[in-house]
């Protein structure tokens, strides 16, 4: 059995729950955090969301949810090489994106441009709103009651303004200490899972290609070693091999950085963890270097590629339409989200409105959305 660092999250050292619960029996706290989480309806809503293509573009693209099961298995493999939490690892790493809005960046952007007046809309903060209120399934208390380990994971970025009103959680953003390790940790997994898993769904929708790719100093290193060990390996098996000795470079080179970061700091606890002036858990500097590049690259050739722009454009149309649609008039609201409007409105005004409508389209997956819209807008849809 794997014994933990001293410096690692563990059922003991936990903060709690915002309800308190009996510990459970037969698995840890943070184990049942993440049993919570797979049986969640946010998380079943990630099988139909977009991470760069929308869902109708083919079955074989990443979703929100695979993108999330990739990034807990990135995540466990750290956490169990450094002597750190697998199962905290594994719960942030699948509840980090519950509050994406449909469309992927686009639909997010969108939706803040909506909210501009209502106080906003921060994807990280609707993933915390989901697993705090809007998760319906337990008798004595609203959402999932996850630990605070948990959910300050899940808080990856916070503006001051709503740290102010977060209480324990948003204390590390005002007085810009850290969170656990583990949280560290899933962050820069999730980093080294988009990165990768996009060039492979970039290549495999044409939109990049692989003389484009030999510009990237990590992808081309990888390439000349694959391409002199197997010269007859198919095009498709090929990317896979050197994709997955891309991620491997940057999972080995995670793991010895932060190992060194760790004998320099030498906390003793969570808490030296907490009070550190910056993350312990990082990549060398020249991998560092390599991963913007690489950002770079993506940024300017896949995620502003025309037919991405197309889509988000389009996006963008629908999430506008949407919101201002129910915003303006709540009786095309669903029930539940009618009369919760009604509620909000009372004690909040056109704030609390406003976020119930934004609750309602952010949980939106990217068919439901395109659906609502066709239903409000197309006059041949009557029902």
Known sequence: MQTLAQYAATSDSTLGRQFYEAPPKYRSEYQRDRDRIVHSTGFRRLEYKTQVFVNHEGDL???RLTH???????????????????????????????????????????????????????????????VDVLEEKYAEFEGLNLTFETREGILK???LPNARQLGQLGERFLKQHQPSLEAQLANLADEIAYNNHDIDDGLRAGLINVQQLLEIKLFEEHYRVVK????????????????????????SDL????????????????????????????????????????????????Y???????????????????FDAFINDTKLLANEYRRKAKIMESSDGDIGRAR????????????????????????????
Not at 72 to 94: M, S, V
Not at 272 to 295: G, H, W
Request: glycine share 4%.
């Open 157 to 159: 970025h916070c503006s």
């Open 255 to 302: 793991i010895e950085t932060s190992k060194q970061s760790l004998a320099g700091v030498s906390p003793s606890s969570i808490v030296d963890v907490r009070q550190y002036s910056s993350p312990i858990i990082k990549f060398s500097e020249q991998m560092i270097a390599m991963n913007l590049e690489l950002k770079q690259f993506l940024r300017n050739n896949l």
């Open 61 to 63: 693209f990443r979703t």
């Open 356 to 383: 119930i409508v934004a609750d309602y389209v952010a949980g939106m997956t990217d068919r439901y959305a395109i659906s609502e819209y066709n239903r409000l807008f197309d006059p041949l849809q009557l029902t």
């Open 68 to 130: 999330s099961i990739e990034v807990a298995q990135i995540g466990r493999a750290l956490a169990r090489a450094l002597n750190l939490n697998e199962d905290l690892t594994e719960a942030i790493a699948l509840a980090h994106d519950l509050g994406h809005t449909p469309f992927g960046h686009a639909g997010q952007d969108a939706l803040n441009k909506c909210m501009s007046n209502y106080g906003g809309f921060e994807h990280n903060l609707q993933s915390l709103r989901v």
């Open 228 to 251: 002199d060990l197997y010269p007859q390996l198919s095009e498709r098996r090929a990317t896979h091999e050197i994709i997955r000795r891309m991620i491997n470079c940057l999972v």
């Open 304 to 322: 502003s590629h025309f037919r991405v722009y197309r889509m988000s454009k389009k996006a963008h149309h629908i999430v506008e339409r949407l």
